[in-house]
């Protein structure tokens, strides 16, 4: 079935992917629940092929201002979003169950969240568990100029492997070509 835009009905099972995706990356329901209400558009789920009730990974993403992304597990959102202000896209999470990875969804979902991105000049993420590799396949890099302090700091909230990356338009917009509502939830295909 792939991927299809969060609900806060979704939490239960997004909790127990993040559980033991990100064991030591801990963050609460409540500030999931933040991003879905406040950037739906970036916040999807993964569904099995075949049990399509049974959701296999998600990602949350949401646009910020230029290098400042929030701290883990905080601080809300609210209010940082205003349009006039927030001139960056950002990738916070991105967790598919081990037995489904390897099978080209990391890359179907990054396509959907690349037709949000692309209104931003530039999106950044923290790549964690030495998925810098993996990144670059689709165009992030360190920037040449190193990042500041405050940044920097934030970065090592999130482990000591942890790294900054950026890029620019990423992803194969065209695999994204439908998409289409059922039960009033918005599916990609
Ligand atoms: C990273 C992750 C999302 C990849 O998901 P996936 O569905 O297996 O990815 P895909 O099948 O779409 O792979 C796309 C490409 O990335 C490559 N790839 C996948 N994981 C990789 C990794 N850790 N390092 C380098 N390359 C990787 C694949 O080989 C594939 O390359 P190809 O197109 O040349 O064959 C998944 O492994 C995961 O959830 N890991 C744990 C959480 C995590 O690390 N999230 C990112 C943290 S910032």
Redesign the pocket.
């Known amino acids: 079935m792939g991927w299809r835009q969060m609900t806060l009905d979704d939490l239960k099972s997004v909790m127990e992917i993040a559980d033991k ?1 990100h064991p030591n990356l801990p963050e609460s329901e409540h500030v999931f629940a933040e991003r879905v209400t406040t950037f739906p558009e970036g916040c999807l789920v993964l569904l099995d092929n075949e049990k399509e009730t049974l959701i296999v ?1 998600y990602t949350i993403s949401h646009p910020i201002r230029h290098r400042q992304p929030p701290a883990l597990d905080g601080p809300m959102l609210k209010g940082r979003l205003d349009p006039l202000a927030v001139d960056q896209y950002y990738i916070h999470d ?3 169950l081990r037995d489904w ?7 179907e979902g990054l396509a959907v969240i690349a037709k949000v991105a692309d209104r931003y000049p530039t999106t950044c ?7 810098e ?2 990144w670059r ?1 689709f165009g992030f890099q360190q920037p040449p100029g190193g990042i500041d302090a405050a940044l920097s700091d934030k970065v090592k909230g999130y482990g000591e492997d942890a790294v900054f990356l950026e890029g620019r338009a990423f992803g194969e917009a065209s695999m994204t070509s439908s998409i289409f509502n059922i039960n009033n939830k918005k599916y990609y295909h």
């Open positions: 995706v990974g991105l967790a598919i990875r390897g099978f080209g969804f990391a890359t993420l923290i790549s964690v568990y030495g998925t590799p993996f396949l």
